[in-house]
T-cell receptor
Framework: GQSLEQPSEVTAVEGAIVQINCTYQTSGFYGLSWYQQHDGGAPTFLSYNALDGLEETGRFSSFLSRSDSYGYLLLQELQMKDSASYFCAVTVVKGGYQKVTFGTGTKLQVIP | DAGVIQSPRHEVTEMGQEVTLRCKPISGHDYLFWYRQTMMRGLELLIYFNNNVPIDDSGMPEDRFSAKMPNASFSTLKIQPSEPRDSAVYFC??????????????FGSGTRLTVV
């Protein structure tokens, strides 16, 4: 099976930078994704890393190290609207099919 | 595109009743997933389909749960009989074709199920 670990809660100040880490254990690893979910809403896709290194999308960046089974999501210039839960998710390939398993999520609170 | 459409948005039912959740994926998407979210267990993958064919249902908790995808534009998740522990938000998600996961999944708004 798969297991993912990420912190349950993080608090950061508006305008600052925050990093949310994710470690995983799985076979058939294909890539690591990040999703954002506001309270009462649906998860929305943020980024995906299949190869080692940093992917940047606006204020958000995601990093992957396959050798360390580790990744992180970096949020810069934090805004109040960034308060949400952030999930890392591993994509695995089994029998030629892809499926995604989600971590338990990190609740980010941005404070003024 | 209207996105992934789920119905109903909210469902309250009595224990023992049958519940049917519905999902219309984005047109052209070849993967469809059913997830369940609770505070205790997070987002759990229940079952997924590729081109309307069930690929992996190992996440379906019990025989009380069943899912179908009769065509590319419609899927159902049925619970019969329902129990209070089935109370959760059920999400349907679909994914664009191809090997690349760069576009991620698109989730529906979810169905909040309460079994009393």
């Amino acid at each position: 099976g798969q297991s993912l670990e990420q912190p349950s809660e993080v608090t950061a100040v508006e305008g600052a930078i925050v990093q949310i880490n994710c470690t995983y254990q799985t076979s058939g690893f294909y890539g690591l994704s990040w999703y954002q979910q506001h309270d009462g809403g649906a998860p929305t896709f943020l980024s995906y890393n299949a190869l080692d290194g940093l992917e940047e999308t606006g204020r958000f960046s995601s990093f992957l190290s396959r050798s360390d089974s580790y990744g992180y999501l970096l949020l810069q210039e934090l805004q109040m609207k960034d308060s949400a839960s952030y999930f890392c998710a591993v994509t695995v390939v089994k029998g030629g099919y892809q499926k995604v398993t989600f971590g338990t999520g990190t609740k980010l609170q941005v404070i003024p | 595109d209207a996105g992934v459409i789920q119905s109903p948005r909210h469902e309250v039912t009595e224990m023992g009743q049958e519940v049917t959740l519905r999902c219309k994926p984005i047109s052209g998407h070849d993967y469809l997933f059913w997830y369940r979210q609770t505070m205790m267990r997070g987002l759990e993958l229940l079952i997924y389909f590729n081109n309307n064919v069930p690929i992996d249902d190992s996440g379906m908790p019990e025989d009380r749960f069943s899912a179908k995808m009769p065509n590319a534009s419609f899927s159902t998740l049925k619970i019969q009989p329902s129990e209070p522990r089935d109370s959760a938000v059920y999400f349907c998600a679909s994914r664009t074709p191809g090997r690349s996961s760069n576009y991620g999944y698109t989730f529906g708004s979810g169905t909040r199920l309460t079994v009393v």
